[in-house]
């Protein structure tokens, strides 16, 4: 089974930066789809976004839901087995539970939808203040 640990989480001022990190073990991290989602109180979880598998060549698909593009930039380090989400020009709004999924598929493609994905991780606090 593969475990995922997000951390990196905490407050910050609107405007502020944070980034986030999810540790991957259990399985060839290299292989596999990645994605960020995030959950408000009583809202559903959403998607923020995700990054193929490497083609070999270090080159990744990278896709962002809407309110992220040019804010939020997503990572990985297969060598550390971890991925990454950078997140700048933050916003209230944007103060959710932040979590890591992986695919268990071919990776080629990530996916941008929460029942895609195969494995979660527990979930790191991110409070933006105005």
């Known amino acids: 089974q593969v475990q995922l640990l997000e951390s990196g989480g905490g407050l910050v001022q609107a405007g502020g930066s944070l980034r986030l990190s999810c540790a991957a073990s259990?399985?060839?991290?290299?292989?596999?789809?990645m994605g960020w989602f995030r959950q408000a109180p009583g809202k559903e979880r959403e998607f923020v976004a995700a990054?193929?598998?490497?083609?070999?060549?270090?080159?990744?698909?990278?896709y962002y839901a809407d309110s992220m593009k040019g804010r939020f930039t997503i990572s990985r380090d297969n060598a550390k087995n971890t991925l990454y989400l950078q997140m700048n020009s933050l916003k209230p709004e944007d103060t959710a539970v932040y979590y890591c999924a992986l695919d268990q598929g071919w990776g080629g493609t990530p996916p941008r939808t929460t029942y895609e994905y195969d494995y979660w991780g527990q979930g790191t606090q991110v409070t933006v203040s105005s």
């Open positions: 990054i193929s598998a490497s083609d070999g060549r270090t080159y990744y698909r990278t």
């Open positions: 259990g399985r060839t991290f290299r292989s596999y789809a």
